[in-house]
Nanobody, 124 residues
Framework: QVQLVESGGGLVQAGDSLRLSCAASGLTFRRYAMGWFRQAPGKERDFVVAISASGSTYYADSVKGRFTISRDNTRNTVYLQMNSLKPEDTAVYYC??????????????????WGQGTQVTVSS
C-alpha cells in the first residue's frame, strides 16, 4: 500500500524555522511529483510548493524566499524547510504524491496520494 508519513511539525515562535519531512513507501518515488499543501481552520486547502520528478520546483508567492522544497530519492523522502515563519503560516501541512508535472503541480486534483497532515503553529 502507498503510504506517506509526515513528521516535523510543532509549535514555534514567529521568525523561527521548521523542517517537515514526508517519507513515502509503496510507490516508485523517483517517478512522482511531490507537493506540500496547507489548510488553516475554516479555509480551503492551498498549494504551498511542489517538486517534479525531474527536480523542478514551484512555489506559492506567499512562501517564496522563505520555504524550500527538496527531495532525496535514495531515501524516498521529500522535505520542506520553512524559515522566517509567520503566524499566517499556521495550518495543517499535507504531503502529496502524483504523476504530474508543469502547470498542473499546484492543483489538488493532480495528486493521488496524501499524508495524514502535520500541524504547524506559529505564535507571536
Amino acid at each position: 500500500q502507498v503510504q506517506l508519513v509526515e513528521s516535523g511539525g510543532g509549535l514555534v515562535q514567529a521568525g523561527d524555522s521548521l523542517r517537515l519531512s514526508c517519507a513515502a513507501s509503496g510507490l516508485t518515488f523517483r517517478r512522482y511529483a511531490m507537493g506540500w499543501f496547507r489548510q488553516a481552520p475554516g479555509k480551503e486547502r492551498d498549494f504551498v510548493v511542489a517538486i517534479s520528478a525531474s527536480g523542478s520546483t514551484y512555489y506559492a508567492d506567499s512562501v517564496k524566499g522563505r520555504f524550500t522544497i527538496s527531495r532525496d530519492n535514495t531515501r524516498n523522502t521529500v522535505y520542506l524547510q520553512m524559515n522566517s515563519l509567520k503566524p499566517e503560516d499556521t495550518a495543517v501541512y499535507y504531503c502529496a504524491a502524483g504523476l504530474t508535472s508543469g502547470s498542473d503541480l499546484p492543483f489538488i486534483s493532480s495528486y493521488d496520494y496524501w499524508g495524514q497532515g502535520t500541524q504547524v503553529t506559529v505564535s507571536s
